[in-house]
């Protein structure tokens, strides 16, 4: 028998999404902790996923050595300055299908890709602010959570980067992010400011109660934001849902069909089973910064006995209090007698095991600095004696190093935001109407092409690769001219300019280059055919001269 509509129904009401929200957070509870020592030992600025931080605390007032904050700061910027180097594009648009890149194509992608660019660095977006959070984020607890979005005028962008103890998702059957749940505690102001009507959005009446008499009380809500399959309601043949749910007063203050889903979610390394990432950096360092933690205890108090050891005073020897600062007097009992030993002497401690303890401290920094994998992300420099060959062999033993570690990053986070803030955009208007795009360009899937000090090292070999080519043909055509014709030296040439970033603009296209070569070859045939004829007319000159100067002798 066939299932009823009823049977058939996946969806879900708004009472229900918070239920499974607060299922969510309820399961996230051993992994609140876990992120809470993670980040006590690493990132004391984000500690306070289980405790409440005051203005004025002080951090990281637990540990005894910096180097984990240090370690995990440098690979924090380092995931900056590979994703999105400043110095340069560090994104590029190019067209899915490579054959819907005619040069009118290529031209308007670079055109869009600077557009979008000024678009994101605007004061106004703060995407610097958002995408440094994020890089923290990732790198210490393997996951991030930012939004894309137009802000409130609807006039610019905006990003955000969210605090991980306030977010939960879910997985659909394919292990794709399908639900994003945002617990929020913003104030009745901010609430009455925020839902004011647009979009068919109201608070309720208690909440404009509450806010003309305490306006800075804090309103616990939800935001919902779940593929439309999820939602008991209309889509609109939109693919996601926005939901925004007051839970004091369990209302329903918007609800949204959207194009876009709105949160961006970089996960570096999943295990079966858990929709939550982990970061290996911080799984192989926590153990060896608590044990660095420890040893630098152990080595610090060490240290303060041998440079101010511990005191051994004589019983009613001593009259006074001992003073063991520079220039201190003790006073001792006049009638003591100091042949049967010393009224007051120092504790003898061995120093030998030190320098044995500052070895294993050394030690356990260096693998904490393996750990966030810091020996592998310097780029090689080359030394005065260093041959080109073994300069490309370092580039490429580095790119085979770095390369599995930045990859899936610039999947999961450059080509979110990316993608995110190209749809946003391109629903605002940023980049013109559809209809205006070049005519290749209409209907074709645009994907994002990254910059980075390591697809510049794996870019630039192919310079270096057509200079090898150049070496190689000269040395063949020296022996068998006819080793020239072995190589498409235009297509080799394209391939380099195009590796080593020239710009299209810089460049002409084939279809202009071929018309510039057939129009040279016009030119040459026709210079070759007056040339032709005007030497046949001073033949025909010197013959007629000739015959001329003949005649009268005949």
Not at 54 to 64: D, I, T
Not at 367 to 377: D, E, G, P, S, V
Not at 389 to 406: I, K, S, W
Request: glycine share 6%; charged share 25%; with cysteine.
């Amino acid at each position: 028998m066939a299932q009823s509509a009823q049977q058939r129904k996946t969806g879900m009401s708004t009472k229900q999404l918070r239920e499974l929200a607060d299922h969510l957070f309820g399961k996230k509870g051993s992994l609140i902790s876990l992120w809470q020592e993670i980040s006590e030992n690493f990132y004391p600025e984000r500690a306070d996923f289980t405790v409440k931080r005051y203005l004025g605390e002080e951090f990281a007032s637990n540990l005894m050595s910096s180097y984990p904050i240090l370690a995990r700061r440098d690979m924090t910027d380092q995931v900056g300055t590979m994703l999105r180097n400043t110095n340069k594009p560090w994104f590029n648009m190019v067209a899915s299908d490579p054959s819907r890149e005619d040069h009118e194509a290529k031209a308007w992608l670079q055109w869009a890709t600077g557009t979008m660019r000024r678009a994101m660095y605007s004061r106004a977006t703060l995407f610097t602010k958002a995408t440094a959070q994020g890089d923290a984020d990732f790198a210490t607890f393997g996951q991030a959570v930012l939004t894309v979005r137009l802000n409130r005028n609807a006039d610019d962008l905006i990003y955000r980067c969210w605090h991980l103890r306030d977010i939960a998702w879910m997985e659909d059957e394919d292990g794709s992010i399908c639900a994003v749940f945002r617990r929020w505690k913003p104030s009745y102001r901010t609430l009455m400011r925020t839902f004011d009507g647009r979009n068919g959005s109201s608070v309720h009446r208690k909440v404009i109660e509450a806010a003309q008499k305490t306006p800075n009380d804090e309103c616990e809500c939800y935001h919902f934001m779940v593929a439309a399959d999820m939602f008991d309601g209309e889509d609109k043949g939109l693919p996601y849902r926005s939901i925004y749910y007051d839970c004091a007063h369990e209302h329903e203050m918007e609800s949204v069909a959207q194009r876009n889903r709105e949160y961006v979610i970089p996960r570096w390394l999943t295990v079966s089973g858990s929709q939550y990432a982990h970061s290996p950096a911080t799984v192989a360092a926590l153990p060896e910064a608590r044990l660095l933690q420890s040893m630098t205890y152990t080595l610090l108090e060490a240290g303060e006995k041998i440079v101010n050891p511990p005191m051994v005073a004589t019983e009613q020897a001593i009259r006074s209090d001992v003073a063991l600062y520079a220039g201190g007097l003790t006073y001792v009992d006049m009638e003591y007698d100091e042949r049967n030993g010393a009224a007051l002497r120092a504790l003898t401690q061995d120093s030998h095991g030190m320098p044995l303890s500052q070895n294993m401290q050394a030690d356990s920094r260096s693998l904490i600095a393996q750990c966030f994998y810091l020996n592998k992300l310097m780029l090689p420099q080359r030394g005065p004696e260093m041959t080109a060959y073994e300069v490309g062999q370092r580039v490429q033993e580095y790119v085979r190093n770095a390369l599995p570690l930045f990859e899936p990053m610039e999947a999961e986070y450059n080509g979110g935001i990316c993608e995110e803030t190209f749809a946003v955009g391109r629903q605002a208007g940023l980049f013109g109407s559809p209809f205006d795009w070049p005519k290749k360009l209409r209907g074709a899937d645009i994907d994002f092409r990254f910059a980075s000090p390591l697809h510049d090292a794996i870019d630039s070999q192919k310079g270096q690769k057509f200079l090898e080519m150049k070496q190689m043909l000269a040395e063949a055509v020296a022996l068998d001219p006819s080793a020239a014709v072995v190589v498409d030296s235009v297509t080799a040439l394209r391939d380099a300019l195009e590796g080593v970033g020239v710009p299209t603009k810089w460049t002409r296209s084939k279809e202009d280059a071929e018309a510039i070569l057939q129009d040279q070859a016009a030119k040459a045939q026709a210079a070759d055919l007056l040339a032709r004829m005007q030497q046949g007319a001073v033949v025909a000159k010197d013959l007629a001269t000739a015959q001329s100067l003949a005649a009268p002798a005949a």
